[in-house]
């Protein structure tokens, strides 16, 4: 017999020296075709190196455990993309490393490290049941210290308390936990759980009580506050999403009567991003502001809840007597409540289109033309189309494209305009081919289209950058175009000053777009003095390509 398999390193493997021994002591014993199988066995490669790498495995777990820095790579790149972002402009160091981080390679690393760490590659099994006498009941006892938490009483509605709700069991008639706030004493102790039966408070009976009754037990309480539940069947998930939205609407908890708590509300304002944490209720979502520092969530309207009160609020001023107008834009518009949103991070040689949005005769143009003149290697607008004729001193291809009406409406009717209309019998638009070919050859896009044309623009492909551009109050707007001796964009005949109706007309214009469209918007600009506003474009124009931004979150995906 050959003598025992050698490790990688050149010593003999000890262990399998030893069943080798003992087979050569064996062989008068055994049959010879099994010893040969057997000492085959022990000879061979594969089985060597098996053993071997089994035995430093068990080396690395016994003495030299790895452990993981952090298991949270990821939001630490997250933090670091949004400290670097502001430098990327200054810095090519900041900038190159900024891209990197981009990259999906190295973020996939992150990504799987993060599993490694956090162990979620482990089967979740399911928890052992615990056996109980069926005669007997499970009691919980839990401690609680009072806070500042928002404490209500009402009718059967559920109520907060110390971070949870309660509500009568319609069936059974027994007080239960209905709701835990995500943050609050209750979430934080992980103790109490929705479903879970309340049988006493600081050890007074609450069978035959209404939920008001425990929330002046709770009111005249000091101190610690001891709860005696019967735990519910099931426990529900707590764990928070992580879904971000744009809010499309105010809300005042205040001056709302459905709320469950007013106190328990969150209110928030158009254009808030929201941190979601719970979607469990229906009608009530539980949220929290991005970047406060707060940590127990409120309660908002669901997204179902809100749109059921905007379509009511419609009919109601239908039957009062709206116009047929403004009805028929309620018909053609989205219910705007909220939005799912990301952070969309700038990406190398690829820049997001700038649409300045705004009533006729606002300066859109203006700002548009400043921009593109300030840096024309870099900012360019697309050359519209119209079907009127070429006027003296124009150059084809420079002021417009001029092509026949059979041939523009052939190419809208084909789907080829973002934008077109007609003004004095004539056609004017432009294609989204001319806006593509300037996103492609890695340039800044700068358009001043109609609203209506947002539709088409605000897309996963170009994601663009909203500016909507407001005209200042009415002295303010007639006093600093008067000064400057601005022209009226609304006769193309005669070179005149706008009239005091055409001011007004471009205000009510203003609240209109932003009734309609102004949710859609990334940031607005006040133009009252030009040079302030155009400033302050200049800066956004930056900010779009330099830094993190909310977008919808199918542009991330």
Not at 82 to 104: G, K, N, V
Not at 129 to 134: G, L, Q, R, T
Not at 344 to 364: F, H, N, Q
Request: glycine share 6%.
């Amino acid at each position: 017999m050959t003598a025992a398999v050698m490790a990688s390193d050149g010593s003999y493997d000890p262990v399998i020296s030893k069943l080798i021994t003992s087979l050569k002591d064996a062989e008068s014993l055994s049959d010879e075709q099994d010893l040969g199988f057997l000492q085959n066995l022990l000879q061979s490669k594969e089985l060597n190196a098996l053993v071997t790498v089994h035995s430093k495995v068990a080396k690395v777990n016994k003495d030299d455990r790895i452990a993981p820095l952090l298991s949270a790579s990821m939001q630490v790149l997250v933090e670091v993309l949004e400290m670097l972002a502001p430098r990327c402009h200054i810095s090519p160091l900041c900038r190159e490393i900024f891209h990197l981080l981009q990259t999906p390679h190295l973020q996939s690393i992150l990504l799987a490290h993060d599993a490694v760490a956090q162990k979620d590659f482990y089967p979740h099994l399911p928890e052992i049941p615990i056996e109980v006498d069926e005669d007997e009941e499970t009691i919980k006892i839990v401690q609680l210290v009072k806070s500042n938490e928002p404490l209500c009483a009402g009718a059967q509605s559920a109520e907060p308390i110390v971070g949870a709700t309660i509500k009568t069991d319609e069936e059974t008639g027994k007080i239960i936990i209905a709701r835990i706030m995500h943050g609050g004493a209750a979430d934080r102790s992980g103790l109490i759980h929705v479903g879970d039966e309340v049988i006493e408070v600081n050890n007074i009976n609450v069978e035959g009580k209404t939920p008001g009754d425990v929330l002046s037990i709770l009111q005249n309480s000091e101190g610690t506050i001891t709860f005696k539940l019967v735990p519910s069947d099931g426990k529900l998930d707590q764990r928070e999403s992580k879904v971000r939205v744009k809010a499309y609407f105010d809300y005042e908890p205040e001056n709302d009567p459905y709320i469950p708590c007013k106190e328990a509300g969150l209110g928030f304002i158009r254009g808030d991003i929201l941190h979601i944490v719970s979607q469990d209720d229906s009608y009530w979502w539980q949220a929290r502001k991005e970047g406060e520092k707060t940590t127990r969530a409120g309660l908002i309207p669901s997204r179902a809840l809100q749109e059921r009160r905007i379509l009511h609020e419609r009919s109601a001023k239908e039957t009062n007597g709206e116009t047929k107008t403004e009805n028929d834009d309620f018909d053609r518009e989205m219910i705007a409540t909220y939005e799912e949103v990301a952070k969309l991070y700038p990406r190398p040689g690829v820049c997001r289109p700038i649409v300045l949005l705004g009533a006729p005769g606002i300066g859109r143009n203006e700002l548009k033309r400043r921009l593109v003149a300030r840096d024309p290697e870099k900012y360019k607008s697309p050359v519209p189309y119209t079907t009127r004729p070429m006027r003296s001193g124009e150059v084809a291809g420079r002021e417009y494209l001029f092509v026949s009406r059979e041939k523009m409406e052939s190419d809208i009717a084909n789907g080829k305009f973002i934008e077109y209309g007609e003004y004095k019998g004539h056609l004017y638009g432009t294609s989204g081919e001319s806006v593509k070919s300037i996103v492609n050859a890695g340039c800044v896009c700068v358009l001043s289209p109609h609203y209506q044309a947002l539709k088409s623009l605000r897309t996963a492909q170009l994601k663009p950058f909203i500016v909507h551009i407001r005209p200042p109050q009415f002295d303010q707007l007639k006093q600093t175009r008067t000064k400057a001796r601005a022209r009226s964009t609304f006769d193309e005949t005669n070179s005149r000053g706008f009239t005091d109706e055409e001011f007004s007309e471009m205000i009510k214009s203003a609240e209109r777009i932003n009734f309609l469209y102004g949710h859609f918007c990334d940031d607005e600009i006040l133009n009252g003095d030009l040079t302030d506003a155009f400033e302050k474009l200049v800066n956004l124009a930056n900010k779009a390509e330099t830094e993190p931004l909310w977008a919808p979150a199918s542009w991330v995906q």
